[in-house]
């Protein structure tokens, strides 16, 4: 039944050597791996305007110097990165480059980091596009967290699936949405140029604007780089291309490089030509789309993809934290069950908690994830300056041919970086100090994780330990509550090892009961030792581990091995369990785990 | 950790043989198995006047000759449940009876009505009064849910806690509440009789009213009626009294009906001739209290003890349902947990399933439980009815001395509860139809549950079936993971019992892999023969499973018995379990579930 629903869901299951065939190419890598890093082409600009509000419409003019200044830092960080594939062909990205060149905490400060920001990236970018939708169809709007689980779910399956499987599906809407702006950009422009826009609807640039500020400046600057959040994710999902990997990788990562800077600059120029002043009901993309188009069907076309894009940007998230999650395994820093590969050769385990995650923040913040952006974008820009810094030192040690201008180049990333990151928290701590406590105690955690992964290792490697006690002989105890098939079935199987002792035990809670049992038992197995114990408070797990016990420390003396064996009947029908006392798994997992007992359990399976 | 909780909660565990300590007298008895029925008082003549009003203020006076019905059918109840506990001392109440009377069928009818019915009290009788008190402070209104669980929460460790602790604490406001009251009864009949209250509030008895007719009558019976629920808890909980338990239990539900026949007439009384209507926002006992005394300290003690009653009234509810869950256990008709008596001596089974099912439906019906309360009532009448008719047909069959009037009394009852039970169908059917889907789905499952039971004692039987097989040899296979002291301690484990073989078995991913484990195997343990499988799809279980059918198969030929034995390493902490991974839990619960195979746990505690 699990297993065909299963199967329903998510394919037949891969063989290990179909791995090569799960590898994409450059086109639909960049549809699943830019939607993030597009996407916030439909908020980043508007959250330059917004800033610049504050001061004046007159001031709207320094959006574009602005912009052009999230250009440079975009620049830079593509360049850097495009630097770091070919440095770290296995991907890894800002955890791998800060680990290798920092040192192992700001490595895990820049891993912890980004696996927290792509279950931000999930739960805020479902949130927004699912606030896209229902704010076209009001009357979806109570039921906004249910939609944005149902879509959660929608891309944990669809990535379960498979990489390629997930890249089919998603390059459509992806393609449309960079069409469409294209469009709106292209038709834009010509009527800028052909004089259909008054001129008098934007301030030329360089008016002087009373009141403004650097402090000003640089938050509209920060608030307009929470554009380039994204970027990093192809870095770490360079295992997913297809050979050559990392030269894929590093086409991709311009292309994509390429798409953001035209589409990001495009609707700055807009914004600023038709004089568009953001309005906390209409986003600044669908007024410049109505402006251009009016009401028609291009309009709704733009914003039909917008809306799509917004929720597939949480894609970019189930491409990378299952890598990253790998890369922090591998180095034991997080359970190994983030290393398994699934039926369909996707690392399931991270792509199922990346899906829990999010749903639990989803459902947290009751869909209204608005206030975790700040927090998001600088869960990115940590990692930014990070990893860059890490290159810088890496050029400065290495020093290979031609290191200048690679230095310059990460050099001028990571200052930028660590500006921005300075500004978020200079400007908006209230919403970012949360970061500062939980950064340390996920770093802890995976100090705790790596430590206890080493101790385990120790313990088991078979050089490091005393000579071993030999086994000397056996004596086995088993709990009987009834003379039935059960038991005669168990004793009979105990009686075939021949161990040096057979001791039957049964746990009554009546004088009279334990007398009547003792004297039938007497008749019915008059070869094996039975033990009567009275239990005064209802319990059976107390007066038998107490006995156990007895026996076990009188058999550790000679050097026997106490084995438990359990009768235990099991029910044809999954669901008879629950009519059924689960003694004997008590009994189990407690000896198994305070005492040094070996547990057998002998099944007797019903027919009926 | 939690045997310390438990202990803060519920208190130190006692012996069987206290008890006796655990009976409860006459006083308490009252106050923890009445507060159901005496709360009723509350809201049972108001929802006779809103039946009226539906016809006209000039109809309240019908509310005196309706009381009197409804007095006289608690008259017939009283009595006729009286002679049930004498004839059926052990407690029981409808579900025994039916059961004796009119056969199996009948009693599961009555036994399941009324199992529903005391989820359906706590969850209606918390909801009740959470929202009495968050209608004085209308800033918790919106925790209504939360207020309502803590509710059921705090009710379900007193009852835990034990059933004399719980009537300690609960003796005094229902005390509290019955005092109220008669001091706002015998105030109000003093200003009445002496004349303080105007004469013209009230249309006199007999004033001929247009569009009164026999159906609204009946209705307005029937609503009345709602205010008996509860009545048939005494006779459910004989066991809880002190010897001699029948004669107490019986003292106690006269004490019970008189009190309700002294409120409920003497609230009806006073709304009658104050010529209270029901309004929405007030109840008529708060307008009756405000009426009186005006809004003093008086008013506020008897709206504070009425919130509190309402509460309590859930006590019932966790007095009656284990006791009847035990009954319904003993006959096999529910699982067997539910005799088993916790550390308290209660039944903490069933105390524990009904705080959870109201807990849930609190949840479902977001504590907004009005409408379930003609659904609960016609619960109620269902058994009522069943149980009178069993005690009809008891009398005509055995025909004891002087017992015409005892059938005459058991006739009136049955009749006038089969009436009313009629009178719900017939005027609420919208709200009660769901009775009839999920009565005959709860009888279903009662006896599919025996017929388990049943099968299961079959089965088990020492007589009943073929001659053992007896066991010839023995084959142990080892599950080894690599080559480390948890495989050495499980080897050397198996050895020691000298079986005719032992198979060490290891599923490896690679070719390359395979190959090399085998060379050192060969090195490590020369003398136990290695198995190497390949996993295509990355599965331990599947080719595991496949090659441990397989050594059963041949084994069952030679009538040999094959074990698995799993080495396990034990964390030295619990929270260490989720580093590790669980496939031995899977491969154990497969083999015993599927397989015939026994399977021995060898554990390997680490030290740190």
Chains 1, 2 share one sequence.
């Not at 970018?125 to 009357?139: H, K, L, M, N, Q």
Request: contains cysteine; charged residues 15%.
């Amino acid at each position: 039944m699990f297993t065909n629903i299963k199967r329903l869901l998510i394919g037949r299951p891969l063989k290990s050597a179909e791995l090569g065939e799960q590898k994409i190419n450059k086109t639909k890598a960049l549809a699943i791996l830019s939607s993030d890093a597009l996407s916030s082409v439909a908020y980043g600009p508007e959250q330059i305007l917004i800033v610049l509000i504050t001061v004046g419409a007159a001031a709207f003019w320094y959006s574009i110097p602005i912009a052009a200044g999230v250009l440079f830092l975009l620049t830079a960080l593509i360049m850097s990165y495009r630097q770091i594939i070919y440095a770290y062909p296995h991907g890894g990205g800002a955890y791998v480059v800060s680990k290798t060149n920092l040192g192992v905490n700001p490595g895990l400060v820049a891993g912890g980091s980004l696996l927290v920001d792509y279950i931000l990236t999930v739960a805020v970018s479902v949130s927004a596009g699912t606030d896209a939708i229902t704010s076209a169809f009001p009357t979806l709007h109570d039921y906004n967290v249910e939609i944005a689980i149902v879509f959660v779910i929608f891309l944990t399956v669809l990535n379960l699936r498979g990489v390629t499987e997930s890249a089919s599906v998603l390059a459509y809407p992806v393609y449309l949405f960079v069409l469409a702006l294209f469009i709106l950009i292209g038709v834009g422009i010509f009527n800028i140029l052909t004089g259909d826009v008054p001129q008098d609807l934007h301030a030329p640039i360089g008016t002087p604007v009373a009141g403004i500020s650097l402090f000003i400046l640089l938050r509209a600057f920060a608030s307009g780089s929470s554009a380039l959040t994204g970027v990093e994710a192809i870095s770490n999902a360079i295992p997913n291309f297809k050979d050559p990997a990392p030269v894929n990788a590093a086409r991709t990562l311009m292309m994509m490089g390429a798409l953001l800077a035209i589409l990001f600059s495009g609707i700055v120029t807009l914004a600023y030509f038709y004089g568009i002043v953001p309005k906390a009901e209409v986003t600044v993309v669908s007024q410049i789309a109505e402006e251009t188009f009016g009401r028609n069907f291009m309009y709704f076309f733009i914003q039909g993809t917008t809306a799509l894009i917004l929720i597939l940007a949480a894609n970019t998230g189930y491409s990378a934290f299952p890598l990253l999650a790998v890369n922090l395994a591998k180095d034991k820093f997080i359970p190994r069950m983030f290393l398994v590969r699934g039926d369909r050769l996707g690392y399931s385990n991270g792509i199922i908690i990346l899906g829990l995650a999010s749903i639990f923040l989803i459902v947290a913040f009751h869909a209204e994830t608005e206030h975790l952006i700040p927090l998001y974008a600088v869960g990115v820009f940590v990692p930014f300056t990070l990893s860059q810094t890490g290159m810088m030192l890496k050029w400065l040690r290495e020093k290979p041919e031609g290191w200048v201008p690679k230095f310059i180049i990460n050099t001028t990333g990571a200052l930028i970086s660590f500006i921005v990151t300075m500004m978020f928290f200079l400007t908006k701590f209230s919403q970012v100090w949360s970061i500062l406590v939980f950064l340390p105690i996920i770093v802890l955690i995976f100090h705790r994780i790596k430590k206890h992964y080493e101790a385990v290792g120790d313990q088991l490697r078979l050089t490091t330990c005393e000579p071993a006690l030999e086994i000397k002989g056996n004596v086995m105890i088993v709990p009987v509550a009834g003379m039935t098939h059960v038991v005669d079935n168990t004793l009979r199987y105990a009686k075939s090892l021949n161990p040096d002792q057979i001791i039957a035990v049964n746990v009554s809670f009546g004088r009279e009961d334990q007398k009547k049992f003792e004297e039938k038992w007497e008749q019915w197995q008059p070869d094996i030792r039975l033990v009567t114990l009275h239990s005064y408070y209802r319990s059976i797990l107390g007066p038998l581990t107490k006995f156990v016990d007895t026996v076990a420390n009188k058999a550790k003396e000679n050097d026997y091995q106490v084995t438990v064996v359990i009768p235990q009947f099991i029910p044809k029908k999954g669901w008879h369990n629950i009519l059924h006392n689960q003694s004997s798994l008590l009994i189990r997992s407690y000896l198994l785990y305070k005492r040094d007992i070996v547990i057998a359990t002998v099944p007797f399976h019903l027919k009926k």
